[in-house]
């Protein structure tokens, strides 16, 4: 089901957002397209430079040469991840669209549990790492997962009752669902994936909560006392923008 599709168009894309990965995103775009290809995977692959300083944009154009499967969209100034994740999903031709974290926290290995969520009916397969099956290979420091579960909680409260982890970086689409959700979505920073699964419980889409394999990074770019605060203030911007209707004039 997963590995077949028209010639004009490839079943399954992967987006990966990346902002000065030049240490990095070669291992991972190496890592990743040898999985996908040496499992039969029928792909594209997109990374979106969001504004970089570095040279991550040299690094994925070196590769893109060899790679015809491998593509760059360049950003003219850095937006942020949000903002990256909706231009590459919107710009994808899958059947089957993939949001990766660049630093590969979550391994390609994770993908087929994931798929399998899809191919039971869902719209929506997330990986998760706050489910009782989940594997934290690597955890974070604990004030980063202290201030990980009070989000979580606060996501839970405000946002999307149910769902124990929204921030994985790990999230499979049915190629509808992505066009719809992400042409609605407006937040261009991390609190992103908390938007996307707002609305798709307000639009009916079904979403699974799958436990992944999870190693984290010790690169994470996220200011956790920082990022926190701003990640608060987008959840409340999600109910203020619901109920001023700005999603529905989209």
Request: net charge positive; proline share 0%; no cysteine.
């Given at each position: 089901m997963y590995r077949h599709s028209p010639p004009d168009r490839p079943h399954l894309s992967v987006i990966i957002p990346a902002y000065n990965e030049e240490r990095r995103v070669g291992i991972t775009l190496d890592l990743f397209c040898a999985y996908l290809e040496d499992h039969g995977y029928d792909?594209?692959?997109l990374v979106v430079d969001d504004g970089s300083t570095d040279g991550t944009a040299e690094v994925v154009q070196a590769r893109a040469q060899h790679n015809s499967r491998l593509r760059m969209i360049a950003c003219a100034r850095n937006r942020g991840k949000g903002a990256a994740v909706r231009r590459g999903m919107l710009s994808?031709?899958?059947?089957?669209?993939?949001?990766s974290d660049a630093d590969l926290s979550t391994p390609p290995t994770e993908l087929p549990k994931l798929l399998e969520a899809i191919e039971q009916g869902y719209d929506l397969a997330i990986g998760s790492r706050g489910l009782p099956e989940s594997d934290l290979r690597l955890r974070q420091s604990?004030?980063?997962e202290y201030m990980g579960r009070t989000f979580n909680l606060l996501v839970r409260m405000i946002a999307v009752p149910g769902i124990h982890d929204t921030q994985c970086g790990f999230k499979v689409f049915r190629k509808g669902a992505a066009k719809e959700l992400f042409r609605h979505q407006l937040l261009p920073g991390f609190a992103f994936?908390?938007?996307?699964?707002?609305?798709?419980?307000?639009?009916?889409?079904?979403?699974k909560e799958v436990p992944v394999?999870?190693?984290n990074s010790p690169r994470s770019s996220v200011r956790p006392l920082v990022d926190s605060i701003?990640?608060?203030?987008?959840?409340?911007?999600i109910r203020l923008c619901a109920l001023a209707g700005r999603y529905r004039e989209r």
């Open positions: 792909y594209e692959m994808a031709g899958g059947e089957l669209l993939l949001f604990w004030y980063r994936d908390v938007e996307v699964l707002f609305l798709a419980r307000r639009l009916g889409y079904r979403v394999v999870w190693i701003r990640m608060l203030r987008d959840l409340l911007k």
